[in-house]
């Protein structure tokens, strides 16, 4: 499925099983999904259900576009090397979607959404919030290690960390691979350290 998007001159309202955007600004708004890897030299059909339409909307992929209306629609398109896939809504034109999807070939599956805890492994390739993670305990002033694994990231992701209530941190630095955060601490002073933090790794497609 398509379940991760950018918007751009647009605003995005979640609905209790699905979403609307609007167009804000006096140029075209696009709605798009960036893939991990480019399509090549196949054929793809994209699909959505669309609830509610004002104005013009369509679906486009490179030199193909389809005008949506209300219902399912499908647009069957072949690939060349444009890595996403957008829908496209006119100076004042607002769509409300239920779903959509991307497949490989030319026929459209009935829609079935995927269990809950097979999406959220999926969303966790791209972003992972650990929060709080406390740490507290005693130390000398050598530098000490803390392993956290996770759950495979689609690539080495960038690591913010906020940290709060402090005490007796020396210094606080990290590494990071696609599996792993390894969070090395110095202490200040012999005695007990203390922090929590939240930790924020992100491996989106840029």
């Known amino acids: 499925t398509i379940d991760r998007w950018r918007t751009n001159n647009d605003s995005v309202i979640v609905n ?16 798009q999904q960036v893939f991990e890897k480019n399509l090549y030299n196949d054929v793809y059909t994209a699909s959505c259900e669309v609830v509610a339409i004002s104005g013009k909307v369509r679906m486009y992929y490179n030199e193909y576009s389809q005008e949506l209306a209300v219902g399912v629609n499908t647009f069957t398109f072949n690939a060349n090397s444009h890595n996403f896939f957008a829908i496209i809504l006119e100076k004042d034109a607002s769509v409300t979607l239920k779903w959509a999807k991307l497949e490989h070939g030319k026929i459209s599956t009935p829609q079935s959404p995927r269990p809950y ?7 966790q390739r791209y972003y992972q919030l650990i929060s709080p993670y406390k740490i507290g305990m005693y130390a000398n002033t050598e530098t000490m290690t803390l392993s956290i694994p996770l759950l495979q990231m689609r690539a080495t992701p960038n690591v913010t ?12 630095e990290h590494w990071v691979n696609q599996r792993m955060l390894q969070m090395f601490i110095t202490a200040s002073a012999t005695g007990r350290v203390q922090t929590s933090l939240t930790i924020e790794l992100d491996a989106e497609i840029k």
Do not use: P, V
Not at 17 to 23: A, F
């Open 16 to 31: 209790d099983g699905s979403i609307t955007i609007t167009n804000n600004s006096d140029t075209d708004a696009h709605f």
């Open 161 to 172: 960390i906020t940290r709060s209530g402090d005490s007796n941190i020396g210094k606080l």
């Open 117 to 123: 805890a097979e999406e959220l492994m999926m969303c």
